[in-house]
């Protein structure tokens, strides 16, 4: 008898179907499993017989064949166990497979099903491609049941599937959760509120959320780098649901939801450590890459801190998403393209030692030595920072007296406010205008025209550093709601441009 | 102390030895304050004009300042090095070391043809700067700075020390004020030089010529900002806009608007007023 079950395999962020068709026949009994599947299908053959067995129920004695369309695509994977052993299980009693139905989960050789990463993907793409019912492992319902018009069937043992295909025992389906779609804003864990001083580094903070710019702090160590970033998530305000859809996806992949909790509504904030590899910041891996860091932290923020200390071609390979928002990745299995939309925070101390420029310590470096740091950081990757600016060590003593800002609650409206204005005018953030829009949207008047050619020529800017700062400019005049572009906001905007040095 | 090598061996590449004339050596820290640096190119200037042949090491900062003032002003210089005479240091100076050799100054070196930028190559440079001096000007220095070596071979060669004050909250002048109190001369401008030398009459003797000193009144003051910064310590942008209460968006464009027009620099995480240097008002 021949029975047919769908299934997918997923390709990044984008899952393909496969039928998994199971035929028993005459023959001496033996178990062949063709379509081009890598190892981890392979594997399957065993898991899925002694599942079979240890359910109780039989296992065909007689030639079986199992085949996974279309044959000529490679899959990978430990979630096509359940599908297998389902069109088994039904090839052996002889009944067709069910319509409009998918299968995916891992099998444990008792027959109990396991976790399998991706399963949100995978029912969003099958939902689109029109399957109606999805049987998924029970620890991963609540992911799959955040798509609107699945029939969801949480799944803990093989026995139980078939029982309920049979019309035997019925699983009742998971509730399509509409309660963890409901916002939730928790508490901040950073608050700018808590940050003293520092008012330059603060103000560079809200103007590269309001505008979505790149930004760079340069300090001493303790001055208080990592404390500003961490602030960053705070003052971007929660995600909103396509958002939130998208950060849950990468993390679907990832394996990396909370059970439970699919959608979190706070940013993503990552902290890679410099000795990341390429493969961990940018994505990677063998076959089809998986996400790496910098996916993680789309919608969110991604702090480098020691950006010196990063090796030299993993920050080079940040130019592209730094620019398009998206990396694309190529390995042996394919190519797949994931979204990087982040905005990044990246520190640095001004010299190896740390302490040039600081008012109590003295730096030790030769100036040969600060020359080297400073050109490691400077070039292509430093061209796509829009801001810049010093970070000054408070000594402990003065701490307490330096006057509290505000808090990230009061800095957040003026920022959404602003994000609002760019949206309603141009459809995307400013630091996302391409020149042409940018020209359109964001017109200089003759005077601070010239002020930023000016600067341009003395400081031998690129075409690409004179769009940044002009972009900047955009956004502090949306930070105060002015529709024209006043000189004062181009000054401003080239206050934040530490590292441009005399040509 | 290091003893001086034997002067009429050193390896030369210009005119050497120099024209007739005093000659002084004027040195300071390799990271000077825009102050120092200031100084150093403005005493170097004024001097060379008085006809000094000016000397120094041909390293960053202080060193480079005077050999550019020296050259802005017409005059003669020379630049005493660390490393053998074909082998510039820093790279960065190759044209400086070219504009030196064709302004009709020399280049000489007491180490071989080939000889690397080593550590302990730079004491002993700094004792020969001394020996070919009539006087040493110390502008900035730090403790322990290489400046002080070439002050120390002055005194034991007895060659007149001099050092230029500064404020007494820059590190970089802590080395020159402890000079001060051992009893090195006091430098204001060139003429303080020039008096030690006794060579300055001309100069002296000139009453409608206002003493020009060094460091002082350089910077119009166009913007009521500008009284607040210093032209020795930094002050941050976030500084100024709680002391003004101003907004600190609004304090880094008035400061941007002074860097534009050159009469602020940034230093570090924060600002200086600007001096104008020689090659401005020349």
């Known amino acids: 008898m021949l029975a047919t079950v ?7 962020l984008e899952a393909r179907r496969v039928e998994v068709q199971a035929d028993s026949g005459n023959g001496k009994p033996n178990f062949h499993l063709v379509g081009l599947a890598a190892t981890s299908v392979k594997e399957a053959r065993e898991r899925v017989r002694s599942a079979i067995k240890n359910s109780g129920l039989d296992f065909p004695r007689a030639r079986l064949t199992v085949n996974l369309a279309p044959a000529e695509m490679r899959k990978q994977g430990s979630g096509l166990d359940l599908p297998i052993a389902v069109a088994i299980a039904l090839a052996e009693i002889g009944k067709p497979g069910p319509a409009r139905t998918a299968f995916l989960g891992e099998l444990a050789l008792d027959g109990a099903i396991r976790h399998v990463d991706g399963v949100l993907v995978a029912a969003r793409c099958l939902r689109k491609a029109g399957i109606e019912r999805f049987f998924v492992p029970a620890v991963d319902a609540s992911e799959a049941a955040l798509i609107d018009g699945l029939e969801v069937i949480p799944c803990t043992h093989l026995k139980q599937v078939v029982a309920h295909l049979l019309g035997e025992d019925s699983i009742p389906p998971q509730p399509f959760t509409k309660a963890i779609l409901e916002f939730s804003n928790g508490a901040l864990e950073h608050d700018l509120g808590e940050v003293h001083g520092q008012e330059e580094a603060r103000r560079a903070i809200e103007v590269a959320a309001a505008g979505g710019h790149h930004l760079l702090l340069t300090g001493p160590p303790g001055a208080g780098k990592t404390m500003l970033a961490a602030c960053v998530p705070g003052i971007l305000g929660p995600l909103d649901l396509g958002e939130a859809f998208e950060v849950a996806q990468v993390r679907s992949l990832l394996g990396d939801l909370l059970p439970g909790r699919p959608l979190d509504w706070t940013r993503p904030f990552r902290a890679p450590h410099h000795g990341v590899s390429m493969a961990g910041l940018i994505g990677g891996g063998t076959g089809l890459a ?5 996916s993680r932290a789309n919608h969110g923020v991604l702090f480098l801190d020691e950006l010196a200390e990063f090796q030299a071609p993993v920050l080079q390979a940040l130019r592209q998403p730094l620019e398009t928002g998206r990396i694309t990745i190529t390995r042996s299995g394919g190519s797949v393209t994931y979204p990087a939309r982040f905005t990044l925070v990246a520190a640095t101390n001004p010299c190896p030692c740390g302490w040039l420029g600081d008012s109590a310590r003295t730096c030790r470096c030769t100036p040969a030595v600060v020359d080297a740091y400073q050109r490691r950081l400077s070039g292509p990757l430093l061209d796509r920072i829009d801001l810049q600016v010093g970070v000054r060590r408070v000594p402990l003593a003065e701490l307490a007296s330096e006057p509290r800002g505000e808090a990230s609650a009061t800095v957040q409206e003026r920022v959404l406010a602003a994000r609002t204005r760019q949206l309603d005018r141009q459809g995307c953030l400013n630091a996302q205008l391409k020149p042409r829009r940018l020209r359109e949207v964001a017109r200089l ?5 010239h002020t ?11 075409a690409r550093g004179f769009h940044r700062a002009w972009r900047v400019a955009r956004t502090a005049a949306d930070l105060e709601g002015a529709e024209v572009i006043g000189d004062r906001h181009v000054l401003e905007a080239l206050g934040y441009r530490l590292h441009d040095v005399a040509a | 102390m290091m003893s001086p090598p034997d002067l009429s061996a050193l ?9 007739a004339g005093p000659r002084v050596a004027i040195v300071g820290s390799r990271r000077p304050s825009p102050y120092g640096e200031a100084v150093a190119e403005q005493l170097a200037a004024d001097l060379a004009r008085a006809g000094v042949i000016v000397v120094s090491g041909l390293a960053l900062g202080c060193d480079a300042a ?3 003032g020296a050259l802005t002003a017409g005059g003669v210089t020379v630049a005493v090095m660390g490393t053998g005479i074909d082998i510039i240091y820093p790279a960065a100076h190759l044209r400086l070391a ?5 302004g009709g100054g020399a280049l000489v070196s007491q180490f071989p043809k080939g000889a690397l930028p080593r550590r302990q190559n730079f004491p002993a440079r700094n004792v020969t700067m001394a020996a070919l001096s009539d ?3 110390v502008v900035e220095a730090i403790q322990g700075s290489g400046a002080l070596i070439t002050a120390e071979a002055a005194l034991d060669l007895h060659k007149e020390v001099m050092a230029v004050p500064g404020s007494i909250f820059s590190p970089q002048s802590v080395g020159t004020h402890n000079l001060i109190r051992d009893g090195a001369a006091l430098v204001q401008n060139a003429r303080d030089v020039l008096a030690a030398l006794g060579a300055g009459g001309e100069v002296l003797d000139d009453p409608l010529a206002a003493p020009q000193r060094l460091g002082f009144g350089l910077s119009r003051e166009r913007d009521g900002i500008l009284l607040h910064l210093s032209d020795v310590l930094s002050v941050s942008a976030a500084e100024l806009a709680r002391k003004l209460d101003l907004p600190v968006a609004e304090v880094l464009g008035r400061l941007t608007s002074l860097e534009l027009d050159g009469a602020v620099r940034r230093h570090g995480p924060g600002f200086l007023r600007a001096l104008r240097t020689g090659k401005e008002r020349a």
């Open chain 1, 6 to 12: 769908h299934s997918c395999v997923l390709v990044g």
């Open chain 1, 290 to 294: 998986l996400p790496g860091e910098i």
């Open chain 1, 445 to 449: 008047e003759p005077g601070s025209r």
């Open chain 1, 452 to 462: 930023l050619e000016r600067w341009s020529e003395q400081k031998g800017l690129t």
């Open chain 2, 11 to 19: 390896n030369t590449r210009g005119t050497w030895p120099p024209p």
């Open chain 2, 66 to 68: 005077a050999h550019r």
């Open chain 2, 98 to 102: 070219e504009e030196i050799v064709a």
């Open chain 2, 135 to 137: 006087a040493v000007v």
